[in-house]
């Protein structure tokens, strides 16, 4: 069963989330992984979801060789 959108977010975030530091993942990547688990989902509203969470600032696009998504990074004098 497809997703809703906020619960599609959601999803997509905990996967960045879980990556994180372990694995550097691509728009795609998580593409593959939410149509492994859901295969009816609209690949549009995937876009659409992950946009919203780069446009949120819940994450951030990185490159190194190629564009990741990643949860941004917290620099160590911004923790004061």
């Given at each position: 069963?497809?997703?809703?959108?906020?619960?599609?977010?959601?999803?997509?975030?905990?996967?960045?989330?879980?990556?994180?530091?372990?694995?550097?993942?691509?728009?795609?990547?998580?593409?593959?992984?939410?149509?492994?688990?859901?295969?009816?989902?609209?690949?549009?509203?995937?876009?659409?979801?992950?946009?919203e969470?780069?446009?949120?600032?819940?994450?951030?696009?990185?490159?190194?060789?190629g564009?990741?998504?990643?949860?941004?990074?917290?620099?160590?004098?911004?923790?004061?």
């Amino acid at each position: 069963m497809a997703l809703a959108k906020a619960e599609l977010v959601e999803y997509l975030y905990k996967m960045v989330e879980a990556a994180q530091g372990k694995k550097q993942l691509k728009a795609m990547d998580l593409q593959k992984a939410v149509l492994k688990e859901h295969p009816d989902q609209d690949k549009n509203m995937i876009k659409m979801a992950i946009k919203e969470l780069i446009d949120s600032g819940r994450c951030v696009y990185t490159y190194f060789g190629g564009s990741f998504i990643e949860i941004p990074h917290v620099e160590g004098a911004a923790k004061h």
